[in-house]
């Protein structure tokens, strides 16, 4: 086959052409690929999306806006199709796009209230000319959400503002500077929010406004708090911008990451003047009336002015101020129960029950579920759940009189107790809790019996916290008239108080009374009752009363003072006994003792 016109053989010419059809095709695949691509993700978006002529008129939209119109708007005026309007929609933002500028903008709908958000940006055509490109994406969501928030802010803010208080937030720094403090301190403080706010300049503006006696043991408390990871609540004092001091309450935590470290510090302070006031007005008028107990001839109904019942008052305000165990010593007849009814009365626990318990009353192997309780069926003629001592004191104040003569077994089932883990009534399985206070009374050595055994030591460093000693009456004479005159108008009622003669008083005074206060009530009672007087079982009457109680003082005896002591009870028990023919619980009733304790005496003393 020859060469064609110009050199060129037919076959090149049709290779050439197959190439530039084989590369148009690839082309063309390539168009429709991208075009499926971009109509995928025309449709994909969940957005109205459409090009617009410089004149305004659709020249392409997605499936959304057909949706949102409700109809192909393409080759329509925009505000025309959408709004019925003959001219541009006057909230319309989007017209700076067809002189070449990218607006974006949020905007309401009036057709339906809802907001979007708008994207318009310049298509430049190649005939020169500018189209719109217009996205639009409804943001109602968003937007109530983000309103939501707002609002909710606006409300914390107004409830922080009109908190009887100042809410805070400080910065976990080493200066913990405030970052953020409420309206309440302009009512607490006089100043500002912003004033409190540490700056680079001054990072412990609200510590320099606590009282600088104050500021370090506040810092400390802090930090011990932190460190511990617990809230801290403490009061202090402050300086407000008038110079006036002022009392504040600060509640606080820390607030801790999830890897535990701090973060900053949150709280709340409040004006807590008037109550502090009125605190420090009432410890004022306590010492008042601690320095004036001297001048008191009684207190409740405890009577007795001379020192050593001062000081017995000293004790007692002192012990219903705390609420520690207290154990109060003293021999029979002292008043013991008496002692720890003012406490009680005086203490927190007053409106809680005064439980009295004579622990030697108590046979020992009825103690435990006398004190615990028991549960129906736990014995033979247990009919019934029943209440123990510990349950009743629940809120108040158990008084173990004669406290010695609890066994050691009892002894460690109360200390647990005690120490807040409990005790099991018997019969049952639950284990019970009481918040009870105990005041213990004794006549007896305790110190002696823990070195007996007969007292277990962490048992009686347990009770023996705060003692309160109470002075045998032969060591207050001085009291003996105001007791007299209070018995007497006490058993005379309303009647005519009787009189005594200045021979009988006399000798009233000088005897010894060794059962002791309520020696000398039993003896006035019967004196009212019998119009006569009877020491020991032996009347007397007239001048040779005191002559008499002279003869058998026991400070007249001799020799070693323990020895004396206790020939003296001796000889008391034998001259009660004999007087009563041998009947023990007269004879206990003269002597002030319980039968159980008398025994014990003649046990020890070989009375037969």
């Not at 002559?547 to 020799?559: F, S």
């Amino acid at each position: 086959m020859k060469d064609g016109p110009g050199g060129e053989r037919p076959a090149n010419k049709v290779k050439e052409l197959e190439e530039r059809i084989d590369s148009l095709r690839d082309r063309e695949r390539k168009l429709k690929k991208r075009e499926m691509y971009f109509k995928a993700l025309l449709e994909a978006f969940d957005g109205l999306i459409y090009i617009s002529s410089p004149g305004n008129r659709i020249e392409f939209v997605n499936n959304r806006v057909v949706e949102y119109v409700g109809r192909d708007i393409t080759g329509e005026v925009c505000h025309q199709a959408a709004y019925g309007s003959d001219d541009v929609c006057p909230w319309c933002f989007e017209q700076p796009a067809y002189e070449g500028e990218t607006v974006r903008k949020e905007f309401q709908s009036p057709l339906n209230d809802r907001w979007y958000y708008n994207f318009a940006t310049p298509v430049y055509n190649p005939d020169g000319t500018i189209s719109k490109l217009t996205i639009c994406l409804d943001i109602t969501d968003k937007k109530e959400a983000e309103e939501a928030v707002v609002e909710s802010e606006r409300r914390l803010q107004t409830l922080m503002n009109n908190l009887p208080g100042m809410a805070y937030r400080c910065k976990a720094d080493e200066t913990y500077s405030m970052e953020f403090a409420s309206q309440g301190s302009v009512k607490i403080f006089g100043y500002e929010p912003y004033e409190l706010l540490g700056t680079a300049e001054n990072p412990t503006a609200y510590q320099n406004v606590v009282h600088l006696e104050d500021r370090r043991n506040m810092i400390r408390l802090v930090e011990l708090a932190v460190s511990e990871k617990r809230p801290f609540s403490f009061i202090y004092r402050v300086r407000t911008s008038s110079g006036q001091e002022k009392w504040v309450w600060e509640q606080g935590e820390g607030v801790f990451s999830d890897d535990d470290e701090l973060v900053a510090l949150e709280g709340f302070i409040t004006d807590v003047t008037e109550q502090k006031e009125v605190e420090l007005d009432l410890r004022e008028e306590n010492i008042r009336l601690k320095s004036s107990i001297k001048e008191r001839y009684r207190f409740g109904d405890i009577i007795g002015r001379s020192h050593a019942m001062q000081e017995v008052y000293e004790l007692i305000l002192k012990a219903a101020a705390t609420d520690v165990n207290v154990i109060i010593s003293g021999e029979s007849g002292t008043g013991k129960e008496l002692v720890a009814h003012a406490i009680h009365d005086l203490s927190n626990r007053r409106e809680g029950t005064f439980v009295p318990i004579n622990c030697g009353a108590v046979p020992e192997s009825l103690l435990e579920r006398e004190f615990f309780g028991h549960r129906k069926g736990a014995f033979t003629g247990a009919d019934k759940d029943t209440r123990g001592y510990l349950d009743i004191a629940n809120g108040g104040t158990l008084f173990l009189d004669e406290l010695g003569e609890i066994g050691p077994g009892m002894q460690v089932k109360l200390l647990r107790a005690i120490e807040g883990k409990g005790y099991t009534p018997v019969g049952g399985n639950e284990v019970k809790k009481s918040d009870f206070r105990i005041v213990a009374a004794t006549n007896r050595d305790l110190v002696n019996l823990v070195k007996k055994g007969k007292m277990r030591e962490d048992f009686f460093y347990r009770i023996h916290i705060l003692p309160v000693a109470l002075p045998p009456l032969r060591e207050r004479k001085e009291d003996i008239p105001l007791l007299i005159d209070h018995f007497l108008e006490q058993y005379s009622e309303n009647q005519e108080k009787p009189y005594i003669p200045i021979e009988i008083r006399e000798a009233l005074e000088n005897y010894n009374w060794p059962g002791n206060v309520r020696e000398l009530q039993n003896m006035l009672h019967s004196y009212i009752t019998l119009g006569k007087l009877d020491f020991m079982g032996k009347l007397s009457a007239g001048p040779n009363l005191a002559r008499k109680a002279k003869q058998e003082d026991p400070l007249e005896l001799t020799g070693d003072l323990r020895e004396a002591v206790e020939a003296f009870e001796k000889r008391l028990i034998i001259e009660a006994l004999e007087n009563t023919r041998w009947h023990r619980s007269q004879a206990a009733s003269i002597l002030g003792l319980n039968r159980r304790t008398l025994h014990r005496k003649m046990e020890a003393y070989d009375i037969k």
